[in-house]
Structure formats: structure tokens, C-alpha cells
């Protein structure tokens, strides 16, 4: 069995639950797939997919076994354009954080490129292939609807203080949370050009089930000093890559 | 001498209009500096960004509020503005003491203000930054038994 992540805390669990591509992550909202389509903003819904390449099959391809042995995912096969979506997760207890999205989207997504940054994570792959992951990630637990943000841009927020009701700062308001009642609607796309119609996402999580669902130990949570596992492999890791890379003999 | 309000979530416009009036009605509090991110410019029509009032004075509020400074006369009304913080910021705050509010003219601002700066009352020093007009940042709160 592949060995995700060590630790005995909660947090670590989580981790590791992300990371194995067996372990169904919980649904926490319903979007339809028009809404993925607006929120990613790469083209408008019911619009055909524009295309760089012909279809792999018309295309006169060198004869290459590991072209034979690979399955080119949906997107490659129809020569889809290359698009993104990304998401910023607040330090204050929000359920992922970028590199165990990263670590996890290689465990769970085919034919995709995860780039990660301190504030933010950014998951790269063919259009028609990101739009069925983007709706993964946007309905399953990867997404908190105050704690995470679609932002494809200014993604300026992670590290800042949560307003009042527990949102996370967005520069270019793209979520609103609406106060009578309690949901959060998305009024702009990931980079920030205004919907016909808001997307709801739903209300957010409140403070106790985020503290059992996120990946990220704080002191005010449960912090990486305690998980001792988590600390000793840490430590491992560190020792071995000190004496391999100063003096091997 | 100065104390810091540092509130654990960034306050809107709402609460901050509460938590002003209730440090108002404190004895010892002389100067208030709202501090934090500004909001975008009223176009943008941000729902904090709006007129709120300070027992009667209209201020007009411009960011959202991260810190409040305050210079206060004694020790004692440290009390007062912690009891006024947990009316008022159910999420936790916390109440440092320091110099936080300039007190003196600087040579920046004798260039910023040049021959006037004589004329600006000490009140006034240390309430904006460099690069604000003080009339568009500082708003005078009169006091009822100073009327």
C-alpha cells in the first residue's frame, strides 16, 4: 500500500485521505456543470470546445511504443486547448492547502500539472478534462465556500484575518456571502469578469467541522509538534538529505 | 499613552460603528486611529464602504477596519475599552499597549504642509498617513461636555 503521509493526528489522517485516489472524498454541495463552465470563464457553456491540434487519430503520429502504451486522456484524444483553474485556501483552517492539493491531484487526475505557490495552487490539463475535475473539486470536500477561492487571479487573501462571518478576503469580490441566507454565491468568474447570474455554492462550514477536516496544523488547532510520527519521518527525511548531500563517504 | 485593538476577523462596516460609539463613551480615550485594508472606491459600491456615525459625527469610513488605536489620559480606561471589545467582537481580540500614534511634527511634514504647519493643532498630528489630505482622513468628534 502506498505510504501517503505519516502522523497519528487527525490532520495527517486527512492528508492522507486526499491523497488516496481510493478514499471517496465527501460531496459537499451540488453545481451543474453550465455553473463549472461560467466560474472557469475559458468559454461560454453550450460553446464547442476550440481546438489547437486535429484529433490524435487523424493526426500522422511517428510509430513510438510509448505512444501505443499510453491512453491519451478525452481532451488530448479531440486536441482540446490547455486550461486552468485555481484555487487559494485561507491559513484559518481551510479544508486543503496547495501542496497537498498538488500531492493529491497526481494521486487522483490523469494527464494534469499542478503548479504550487505559498497563497495558491494551480491545476493545468485539457479543457474537457479540467472541467470534469474542476467539478470534482468544487463539489467535494477540497472546497470550503468561505475558507477557499476559485481565484484565478489577485489571489491576494490567504494569509489575512477572515471578515465577520468567516470569508476569506477576496480583492476583486468575486464570492459574496449573503447574510439572510447564510450561502455564498459566486457574482464573478475566477478572473474577476461579472456572471449574467450568481453561482451558489452553498454555506460555508462552520469553525468545529473545519478544525476536523483540514489539512493544515496550526497551535491553535492540532499542531505538527504534537504528531511525533510526523516530526520523526520529518526529522528522517532531513538527516538523509544532509548526509547525502554534504559527504558521502 | 497608546493601546492597540487587534480584533481576530477584519470588522464591517456595522461593527465597527458600534465598537467607535462604545470607545467614544469612554472617559479617558482621546484619539482613535481606524486602521486596516482599504476598500475599493464608493463606485464599487463594496457594502462597507459607506457613511457611518460617530455619536452624530458622519465619517466617512474608508477601510476596513484591522486595528483600532487610542490614545488614552489613564491606565484605567485599559478596562473600559477591553469591556467595550467584548460587547462587541465575539471572536476574540486582543488589547496591546505601545506608542502607536505619532505624536510630533516630522520634516516630512513640514514638506508636506510647508509654512502651515504651525497652524495644525498637535490633536491632529500622527492621524494619517503621508501621502492623505488630513481633511479627507481626520473627522473631529465633539465631546458634549466640551460644548
Request: hydrophobic share 35%.
Amino acid at each position: 500500500m502506498a505510504q501517503f503521509y505519516p502522523g497519528t493526528t487527525k490532520v495527517a489522517q486527512n492528508r492522507r485521505n486526499f491523497c488516496n485516489p481510493d478514499y471517496t472524498l465527501e460531496k459537499l454541495r451540488e453545481v451543474s456543470d453550465e455553473d463549472v463552465v461560467k466560474i472557469l470563464g475559458h468559454r461560454a457553456p453550450g460553446e464547442e470546445y476550440p481546438s489547437v491540434h486535429p484529433p490524435i487519430d487523424e493526426l500522422d503520429e511517428p510509430e513510438d511504443a510509448v505512444r501505443e502504451m499510453v491512453i491519451p486522456i478525452d481532451g488530448a484524444k479531440a486536441g482540446d486547448r490547455v486550461r486552468y483553474i485555481q484555487f487559494s485556501d485561507s491559513m484559518y483552517f481551510a479544508p486543503c492547502h496547495p501542496f497537498i492539493r498538488a500531492r493529491s491531484y497526481l494521486w487522483r487526475f490523469r494527464g494534469a500539472d499542478a503548479g504550487v505557490l505559498s497563497g495558491r495552487q494551480i491545476i493545468e490539463t485539457r479543457e474537457r478534462d479540467l472541467e470534469k475535475y474542476a467539478k470534482t473539486l468544487i463539489e467535494t470536500e477540497y472546497m470550503d465556500a468561505g475558507r477557499t477561492g476559485i481565484k484565478g487571479k489577485t489571489v491576494h487573501g490567504h494569509s489575512l484575518r477572515l471578515d465577520e462571518d468567516g470569508i476569506m478576503f477576496d480583492m476583486i469580490r468575486r464570492f459574496i456571502y449573503d447574510k439572510a441566507s447564510g450561502t455564498v454565491s459566486y457574482v464573478k468568474n475566477q478572473i474577476g469578469e461579472e456572471l449574467d447570474e450568481p453561482v451558489n455554492v452553498g454555506a460555508p462550514l462552520d469553525e468545529a467541522t473545519l478544525k476536523a477536516k483540514t489539512t493544515i496544523y496550526r497551535k491553535d488547532g492540532e499542531a505538527y509538534r504534537d504528531d511525533k510520527d510526523a516530526v520523526e519521518v520529518l526529522h528522517r527525511v532531513h538527516v538523509l538529505r544532509s548526509e547525502g548531500g554534504f559527504c558521502p563517504e | 499613552m497608546d493601546i492597540e485593538i487587534f480584533p481576530h476577523r477584519l470588522l464591517g462596516a456595522d461593527t465597527t460603528e458600534r465598537l467607535l460609539n462604545d470607545l467614544e463613551d469612554i472617559e479617558g480615550v482621546k484619539r482613535m486611529v481606524v486602521h486596516g485594508p482599504r476598500l475599493p472606491p464608493e463606485e464599487a459600491r463594496h457594502p462597507d464602504r459607506r457613511t457611518i456615525k460617530i455619536k452624530g459625527e458622519e465619517v466617512n469610513l474608508q477601510v476596513k477596519t484591522g486595528r483600532v488605536l487610542l490614545e488614552i489620559e489613564t491606565e484605567e480606561a485599559i478596562d473600559d475599552v477591553r469591556e467595550a471589545c467584548e460587547d462587541n467582537l465575539p471572536f476574540g481580540f486582543e488589547v496591546h499597549v505601545g506608542t502607536f500614534i505619532r505624536k510630533q511634527k516630522t520634516v516630512t511634514d513640514n514638506i508636506k504642509y510647508g509654512e502651515d504647519l504651525d497652524k495644525i493643532p498637535d490633536e491632529m498630528v500622527g492621524l494619517t498617513d503621508q501621502s492623505a489630505r488630513l481633511s479627507d482622513r481626520a473627522t473631529i468628534i465633539k465631546r458634549k461636555k466640551e460644548q
